[in-house]
């Protein structure tokens, strides 16, 4: 079989084809949480939750992308806490304050870390760990600050049609649930290669609100 008949067989069974954004939808939602370079080879928009054991085992799969080819991959993380996960959404409205006190990605770490400890204790006691503003945290939490940015992704996630975490969105194509590395590898492959085009992507449906 040609490398070519077998990545695109790979990619019809592994990935089902969405849209991103178009910059009217994108100005519409907040800024995320970004890692790695703008005009990378991948780039992945993630929608995940804090609580979800399988986000949970799908951070190390993303860490070992970045491992072995983090100058061309892009990673957007956006809020996605389901409503059967009790304390997903403090968590999330928790890690948007970290992204303002610039912490992201440390605080998402010890976030999955330590997926059976959020509660809004636990959650202060981890920006105090990282040596943040923990009274700024915990006036956050108090007042539900950024529940707004919260629902703002959530919103973003329900018009792409996101019924589960995690969901991945690879340079417009849809991956849902917790893919092995090599998913990632071959996608790599055939977009560096110039054998799969990135989509340019619109909503299934407009964002409520």
């Keep these: ?7 695109g067989s790979i990619l019809v069974a592994v990935l089902s084809l969405a849209t991103l954004a178009n ?3 994108s100005q519409s939602s907040s800024p995320p949480a970004v890692r790695g370079n703008v005009g990378a080879v991948l780039e992945i928009v ?4 804090f609580q979800c054991p399988f986000c949970g085992r799908a951070k190390p799969v993303i860490d070992s992308l970045f491992a072995h080819y983090g100058d061309q991959v892009r990673l957007e ?4 806490p389901l409503p059967d996960h009790a304390y997903a959404g403090r968590a ?9 006190q610039g912490a992201f990605w440390r605080y998402h770490d010890l976030l999955f870390a330590h997926q059976d400890r959020l509660t809004d204790v636990d959650l202060i006691g981890y ?3 990282l040596k943040l503003d923990a009274d700024r945290f915990a006036s956050a939490l108090s007042n539900s600050k950024h529940i707004e940015v919260v629902e703002r992704d959530i919103a973003l996630g329900l018009s792409l049609a996101v019924t589960g ?9 849809r991956l849902v649930g917790v893919p092995p ?9 055939v977009f560096r290669t110039g054998r799969v085009e990135k989509r340019t992507l619109e909503p299934v449906r407009e964002p409520d609100g």
């Design 181 to 189: 590395l090599w998913v990632f590898e071959t996608a790599l492959e």
């Design 127 to 129: 920006a105090d760990s």
């Design 1 to 7: 079989m040609s490398l070519a008949v077998s990545t």
């Design 23 to 25: 910059p009217a939808w």
């Design 92 to 100: 999330a409205q928790a890690a948007v304050e970290a992204q303002e």
């Design 165 to 173: 975490t995690p969901t991945f969105f690879v340079n417009g194509y």
């Design 77 to 80: 993380y956006r809020h996605y």
């Design 46 to 49: 993630e929608f995940s939750d």
